[in-house]
């Protein structure tokens, strides 16, 4: 069974980073895209970030120079490297694949448990 696993989330003041870390099998990791997405409380789950296996990313306009995906084949590992991070960038982040970087909505996975970011003012 698929699992993914995200780590690296906390409590920053405004401006400070985080990276990110999602540990994915590999009978997905390395046949698809996978993304980043995140949930506020209240609202909707939105994808962050994308990356397609061969490293073409996409990015929400929210995130646009502040957040970089990257992806460790080898370690069946993608991150984000969130910088500027801004109060409305609190949320439970979590990872997934997707059949191309233009349709992440299509989830392959099962959601893992999240990782919590928390940015004060």
């Known amino acids: 069974q698929v699992q993914l696993v995200e780590s690296g989330g906390g409590l920053v003041q405004a401006g400070g980073s985080l990276r990110l870390s999602c540990a994915a099998s590999?009978?997905?990791?390395?046949?698809?895209?996978m993304g980043w997405y995140r949930q506020a409380p209240g609202k909707q789950r939105e994808l962050v970030a994308a990356i397609s296996t061969g490293a073409s990313t996409k990015y929400a306009d929210s995130v646009k120079g502040r957040f970089t995906i990257s992806r460790d084949n080898a370690k069946n590992t993608v991150y984000l490297q969130m910088n500027s991070l801004k109060p409305e960038d609190t949320a439970v982040y979590y990872c997934n694949a997707g059949p191309s970087i233009g349709t992440m909505t299509s989830t392959l996975a099962p959601w893992g448990q999240g990782t919590q970011v928390t940015v004060s003012s």
């Open positions: 590999r009978s997905i990791f390395s046949l698809r895209a």
